[in-house]
């Protein structure tokens, strides 16, 4: 079957832009040029592969299956053209995917020492709890707690193990006691974080004489929102829980106070993690040995 190849790259635009006039955008077309072009593929495949609607575009069942074939290929072949055409100097996009805990990649200075170090790379991260395929979704690489990331993806350390802390303001603790155990938390005034509103706030984990257990508060706020959880908590609202490095300057100047430490494990912490590729882009290349080096 001859097919015109130049409208792949379209396909691919839609599909992770969910919108005709973003992806022409994106694409420096115009939005007449990607609907043509989607018809045109669509008429030599003979089958539909996306739903319009007024506000957005998704793809059918063989949409879905064609973009997951083209997206990794055309990733390869992208890199490699960049390779031949570029003298191997980081240029270009790179697009991360981050969770909102993972402080020592958000907190600016690894970010900025990188960006100084190669003025051709734009970096775009998006902040994000949700578990999706990063792959599929368009990004380059991925910040996560090694635990949630693919086994057939390569992950580089950053930062290195982590501890998870329970703490309160002072105030909150003069007004209703310190808890001396994990099982007391249940009596307390407690503020949870969730990844995503249908799923259930997330558990807190503890350690007694090598057992490891946990308990399931009922947070009398729940948000996916870290900087909401540290901001009540330093107004007196209640125990929180959160990685060690969110709540370290806190915790030197007094503003909070840790709890049950002797019950707290350190754990495996973030990884930057990104695909095996044979051509890996030199942006990416770039990302990584810095991650490497100052990551630490």
């Known amino acids: ?57 998704r793809l059918t069942e063989a949409g879905e299956r064609l973009y997951d074939s083209l997206v990794g290929p055309m990733a390869e072949i992208a890199t490699a053209l960049d390779e031949v055409a570029g003298d191997g100097t980081p240029r270009g996009l790179l697009r991360i995917a981050a969770t909102s805990i993972a402080e020592r990649f958000l907190s600016g200075r690894l970010i900025a020492s990188f960006i100084e170090e190669n003025p051709g790379v734009a970096l775009d991260v998006m902040v994000s709890d949700e578990e999706f395929d990063i792959v599929a979704a368009g990004f380059d690489a991925g910040v996560r707690l090694g635990e949630v990331i693919e086994q057939d993806m390569i992950a580089v350390p950053l930062g290195g193990e982590q501890r998870e802390v329970a ?49 399931q508060v009922e947070p009398q706020l729940s948000t996916n929102d870290l900087r909401l959880m540290l901001r009540t908590a330093l107004s007196g609202g209640g125990i929180t829980f959160a990685p060690l490095d969110t709540l370290r300057p806190h915790i030197d100047t007094g503003e909070l106070v840790p709890l049950l430490e002797s019950f707290l494990p350190p754990f495996p912490g973030f990884f930057l993690y990104f695909p095996q590729r044979r051509n890996m882009a030199p942006k990416l290349r770039a990302l990584i040995a810095h991650v490497r080096r100052e990551g630490v």
Do not use: K
């Open 1 to 57: 079957m001859r097919m015109d190849l130049n409208l792949l790259p379209i396909l691919l635009a839609v599909a992770e832009e969910h919108n005709f006039r973003a992806a022409a955008d994106r694409l420096g077309v115009t939005r007449s040029a990607v609907s043509q072009g989607i018809r045109r593929l669509e008429d030599r495949l003979g089958v539909a592969l996306v739903v319009r609607t007024t506000r957005s575009v």
């Open 167 to 215: 703490v309160a303001a002072p105030a909150y603790l003069a007004a209703h006691g310190t808890p001396l155990h994990p099982r007391d938390l249940v009596q307390h005034r407690c503020i949870g974080w969730r990844r995503a509103v249908n799923v259930a706030p997330h558990r807190w984990e503890f350690e007694e004489n090598g057992v490891a257990f946990d308990v």
